[in-house]
């Protein structure tokens, strides 16, 4: 908490404990009593307030009925659930309704809709089409039973633990985020029949090319070559490959995710934070089989407040961060068992915003980064004990006592180095990296981004310099030797840096290539809402996307059936 001396007394300059200074103490911060209103904030759809102090009131809300992504002709609905209604062009016409959701495909092609006749949600003006498989798939069970460590969630299933052994070596000094393509058959994803069940010769995917790319049942403009579907919608359930619904409502504020593998090979869940603060946050995972197909959705994390950013570590779990004032902390998840814990990685409680990992120092096994959303928090480096890896189970690595805490202190002359002390770093945060955001870690060489001066920071892990350069209004901006170096640090078959634009309204899936050439690939057309979220599917066959508002999760795949060749960065404002 800062106080400033104001003739004789003192002055709290962050009341409520938001990350951003009050306005009598030289801060931007529009009304410092209320934790959810301060510059960058996103605005709480219907509380009739400016949450991000622009001067206006819920702009990016649908309409004026909050979450309500088709149906929002009212004011008195916030979700789609608090509209009853009659369902139409589906095989259940004329049965009661709550969501297009509840109404089945019509023709075999479009899903029906639904027309509210209740509150006053009274109108839906388009389809949502939900593709039928042209064959039966065969699909894994939506809740298997899941084994897990005696710390496993009152929800799961407290079998027999799976294992959880520390890799015998280091993994590859690939990027996580990095597909490895693989021009072999395409998958067969549930998708639209026009996906080839063989990779064609011919390269069609065309990033940038919007051309004819409106998609009016999506409300997105797609670049030439391109398909996709929504996924999700939040407070609703998540439609599964075989017909059936989720048991669990898809959580709203759908915010930061990552891709994690199952550990038996078949399949990967795209692993989802929820930004809902007052305990309401959390993590949920989107269930997919070998092909792409949705095949489950379950909350793994609940109870936890305005998770945010995150990070995925080394041995395939999740870690997602609270950005909840000064009581936020770090939780480890585990989708393919069901385990959580909140880990050790910080020491005392934060804002916490990202998380990434170098574990190619010569020195230790891994060192684990996290950034904090302050004007004067400070970047933490935090080593694991030594016995932390000699366990035997990677649980243990982020959870063991006797790690190192260390803080970022960069110098005016280029140079930086590592402090014990937490006060240091913070000076040399809110001098030169005030709100950290975004981070990311390509063989050796670290970038984070700074909110508050719009600047990219790239750390050297290998020696002991840095450099900072304008993003100007964010990445989309972004200089185009700044790109270069991300491109060349990750390696690989990088031709396209994959992006979201900072976090304003700007609902677009941007590109930049090494030449500073850059597209949008996926145009919001009709949302006004933050894109986040941003990964690959393990094959880099699907490229997914959540829009935050509707709390949607897009999919999205090459109709040449090829994989996307590129890397996403993790360095995104937020």
């Known amino acids: ?58 702009e990016g809300c649908f309409e004026q009925g909050g979450y309500c992504v088709r149906h929002q002709i009212g004011t008195a609905c916030q979700t789609d659930m608090d509209c009853g209604g009659i ?193 309401g946050g959390g993590v949920g995972a989107i269930e997919f089989n070998a092909a792409g197909e949705v095949v489950g959705y379950r909350r793994i994390l609940t109870g936890t407040s305005r998770n945010c950013g995150g990070g995925r570590t080394y041995w395939g779990t999740w870690v997602t961060c609270e950005e909840n004032g000064g009581s936020g902390r770090l939780y480890e998840v585990d989708p393919n068992t069901g385990y959580t814990q909140q880990i050790r990685a910080v020491d005392v409680g934060g804002n916490w915003e990202s998380f990434a990992y170098d574990d190619q120092d010569p020195d230790v096994p891994a060192r684990f980064y996290i950034t904090e959303d302050w004007s004067y928090g400070a970047l933490v480096r935090y080593t694991p004990a030594p016995a932390a890896f000699l366990t035997g189970n990677s649980y243990d690595i982020l959870n063991t006592a006797g790690g190192t805490y260390e803080f970022l202190v960069l110098h005016a002359n280029g140079t930086y180095s590592w402090s014990p002390s937490r006060s240091v770093g913070e000076t040399s945060a809110e001098t030169y990296y005030p709100n950290a955001e975004g981070i990311d870690i390509f063989n050796r060489q670290m970038f984070f981004t700074s909110k508050a001066t719009k600047t990219l920071v790239q750390v050297d892990l290998a020696g002991n310099t840095y450099s900072i350069t304008s993003t100007l209004s964010g990445q989309f901006n972004m200089e185009p030797d700044q790109l270069g170096r991300i491109l060349e640090s990750a390696g690989g078959n990088n031709d396209v840096l994959y992006f979201c634009e900072d976090g304003g309204s700007d609902s677009d899936i941007h590109g930049r290539d090494a030449s500073g050439k850059y597209f949008t690939i996926v145009e919001g057309t009709d949302y006004s809402t933050e894109t986040t979220g941003l990964t690959f599917s393990p094959d880099g066959m699907f490229l997914y996307v959540a829009f935050q508002g509707p709390s949607s999760i897009f999919a999205f795949w090459r109709e040449d059936g090829l994989p996307f060749s590129g890397m996403i960065a993790g360095t995104k404002y937020h």
């Open 87 to 279: 369902c139409l062009q589906g095989y259940k016409a004329g049965a009661v309704c709550a969501d297009d959701l509840d109404c089945p495909p019509y023709n075999g092609l479009d899903r029906g809709y639904c027309r509210f006749a209740a509150k006053s949600c009274d109108s839906s003006p388009a389809a949502i089409p939900v593709p039928l498989p042209t064959t039966t798939p065969s699909h894994e069970p939506s809740s298997r039973p899941i084994g897990a460590p005696s710390a496993v969630p009152s929800h799961f299933p407290t079998s027999s633990p799976a294992p959880n052994p520390v890799p015998s070596s280091k993994p590859s000094s690939q990027p996580t985020e990095l597909p490895t393509p693989k021009p072999s058959a395409a998958p067969s994803p549930g998708v639209p029949s026009s996906v080839p069940s063989s990779a064609p010769t011919r390269v069609t995917y065309v990033p940038g090319d919007l051309t004819g790319g409106y998609r009016a049942d999506l409300g997105l403009t797609l670049s030439r070559g391109l398909q996709g579907r929504r996924l999700t919608l939040g407070g609703s359930r998540v439609t599964l490959a075989n017909g059936s619904r989720s048991t669990q409502t898809f959580h709203t504020k759908a915010d930061g995710a990552g891709v994690i593998a199952k550990a038996n090979g078949n399949g990967w869940y795209y692993v989802s934070n929820s930004e809902v603060g007052s305990s």
């Open 1 to 58: 908490m800062l106080f400033v001396c104001n003739g004789g007394g003192y002055v709290d300059c962050d009341a409520d404990n938001d990350g951003d200074r009050s306005l009598n103490c030289g801060g931007t911060d529009c009304d410092d009593n209320d934790p959810n209103v301060f510059p960058d904030s996103q605005e709480i759809c219907g509380d009739d307030k400016d949450n991000n102090c622009d001067g206006q009131i819920d």
